[in-house]
């Protein structure tokens, strides 16, 4: 047999033992596997994407309202001459769209639970990379600090956070660290501090470029 662990900021959240083979009809499948997702309110994520112009840049190749065709893969690419095994399988993915794919994915996850007390980890659906994208320019840190702050607080009131203070919860960004590392409240500056709030350095964020911290993990581009 084999012991499989979850490891969020270098701590273990527990252990399952995996039998390789058929399981017997009393064993759990999804044991030491359970996701629970925050249920946000929307202003977190999907209000982020209702107006996709709001995201949109005037150097991006092509709205964002196409990226996000296609559960956040983006427009389909049509290759000449292709067999019938690679058509409809290639997409123009744009990299920011990696917190709606995901988002999406873990949807349709196998073991995820409504009994938030079973899971191994906890999912937070915040489109935070998205969200950035619209403050970047020409608005002040305040603007783009407001969600993240607001975020933390709401989910500092949830009993899931309370159970471990935070430290098995879990999201997904489209955007390097850094972007949410900002240090200082100049306007001039990068970014947002989102990262730098103390509540979520207690979180565990996926990142297509990591920095330093330890509760930040690369995962690749999309």
Same mark, same amino acid.
């Given at each position: 047999n084999?012991?499989?662990?979850?490891?969020?900021?270098?701590?273990?959240?527990?252990?399952? =033992?995996?039998?390789?083979?058929?399981?017997?009809?009393?064993e759990?499948?999804?044991?030491?596997?359970?996701?629970y997702?925050?249920?946000? $309110?929307?202003?977190?994520?999907?209000?982020?994407?209702?107006?996709?112009?709001?995201?949109?840049?005037?150097?991006?190749?092509?709205?964002?309202?196409?990226?996000?065709?296609?559960?956040?893969?983006?427009?389909?690419? /049509?290759?000449?001459?292709?067999?019938?095994?690679?058509?409809?399988?290639w997409?123009?993915?744009?990299?920011?769209?990696?917190?709606?794919?995901?988002?999406?994915?873990?949807?349709?996850?196998?073991?995820? =639970?409504?009994?938030?007390?079973?899971?191994?980890?906890?999912?937070? $659906?915040?489109?935070? %990379?998205?969200?950035?994208?619209?403050?970047?320019?020409?608005?002040? =840190?305040?603007?783009?600090?407001?969600?993240g702050?607001?975020?933390?607080?709401?989910?500092?009131?949830k $009993?899931?956070?309370?159970?471990?203070?935070?430290?098995?919860?879990?999201?997904?960004? %489209?955007?390097?660290?850094?972007?949410?590392r900002?240090?200082?409240?100049?306007?001039?500056?990068?970014?947002?501090?989102?990262?730098?709030?103390?509540?979520?350095?207690?979180? =565990?964020?996926?990142?297509? /470029?990591? %920095?330093?911290?330890?509760?930040?993990?690369?995962? $690749?581009?999309?």
């Open positions: 084999i012991k499989g662990f979850v490891y969020f900021h270098g701590k273990s959240t527990g252990s399952v =033992t995996y039998f390789p083979g058929k399981l017997n009809e009393t759990d499948s999804c044991l030491g596997r359970y996701i997702i925050h249920d946000l $309110p929307e202003r977190f994520n999907e209000d982020v994407i209702k107006d996709c112009q709001l995201i949109t840049r005037s150097t991006d190749k092509y709205s964002m309202c196409k990226s996000l065709e296609n559960s956040g893969l983006g427009p389909g690419i /049509e290759a000449l001459n292709a067999s019938e095994l690679w058509k409809n399988s997409f123009s993915t744009n990299q920011f769209m990696l917190e709606v794919i995901f988002h999406n994915r873990m949807k349709k996850y196998d073991c995820l =639970t409504d009994d938030s007390a079973l899971a191994s980890a906890v999912f937070v $659906p915040y489109y935070s %990379g998205l969200d950035l994208r619209r403050y970047l320019w020409g608005f002040n =840190t305040s603007m783009r600090d407001l969600s702050i607001d975020l933390v607080a709401w989910l500092a009131r $009993p899931e956070w309370k159970r471990n203070s935070g430290m098995d919860h879990f999201l997904i960004s %489209g955007r390097i660290a850094r972007d949410f900002r240090k200082s409240n100049r306007k001039s500056d990068w970014g947002s501090n989102f990262r730098l709030l103390p509540e979520s350095e207690n979180i =565990t964020m996926l990142t297509i /470029e990591t %920095g330093y911290s330890k509760n930040d993990v690369a995962v $690749p581009y999309p």
